[in-house]
């Protein structure tokens, strides 16, 4: 289960802090203050995830093949719709059953060592340019 998020220079966020997230989770503001665009995050990735062309740092979406959130163009991702931009965003999850990492002897189909997952978190930067947009940085914290 996501156990918290967080946002920079994401959509109408120049920073989130680290938002808390519960089996129940409510945002509340002001009509267009961005509560939507922290949800479309987490359908984006959705979406980068379900799609055939693993090239894409982040799958945008379309409109005619029924995306989960067609975002656009990457300036539509950017903070003040200003490129170049650096966006970050992270995540922490606990699992919801007991996960374990098998690490196995070389040249061995047994297992040396079982270690269970606790808490882990993925964080990323996302250069944007006119022309691209690759990975920066992606760290995943266990």
């Known amino acids: 289960m996501f156990t918290s998020f967080?946002?920079?220079?994401?959509?109408?966020?120049?920073?989130?802090?680290?938002?808390?997230?519960?089996?129940?989770?409510?945002?509340?503001?002001?009509?267009?203050?961005?509560?939507?665009?922290?949800?479309?995050?987490?359908?984006?990735?959705?979406?980068?995830?379900?799609?055939?062309?693993?090239?894409?740092?982040?799958?945008?979406?379309?409109?005619?093949?029924?995306?989960?959130?067609?975002?656009?163009?990457?300036?539509?991702?950017?903070?003040?719709r200003v490129l170049p931009r650096e966006i970050e965003f992270s995540f922490s999850w606990t699992p919801v059953h007991r996960t374990t990492v098998e690490i196995l002897e070389p040249e061995s189909d047994t297992a040396d060592e079982v270690i269970p997952l606790p808490e882990s978190t993925y964080a990323t930067a996302i250069h944007i340019s006119e022309l691209r947009a690759f990975t920066r940085r992606l760290i995943h914290v266990g």
Do not use: H, M
């Not at 920073?15 to 949800?39: C, R, V």
């Not at 090239?55 to 975002?71: F, H, Y």
């Open 6 to 80: 967080s946002a920079s220079s994401y959509k109408a966020w120049r920073a989130t802090d680290e938002i808390a997230l519960a089996p129940i989770t409510g945002f509340f503001g002001p009509n267009s203050s961005g509560k939507t665009s922290l949800l479309q995050l987490f359908l984006l990735l959705k979406q980068t995830v379900q799609s055939a062309d693993t090239s894409k740092v982040l799958d945008l979406g379309d409109d005619s093949a029924g995306a989960l959130v067609p975002v656009g163009s990457w300036q539509n991702l950017c903070f003040g």
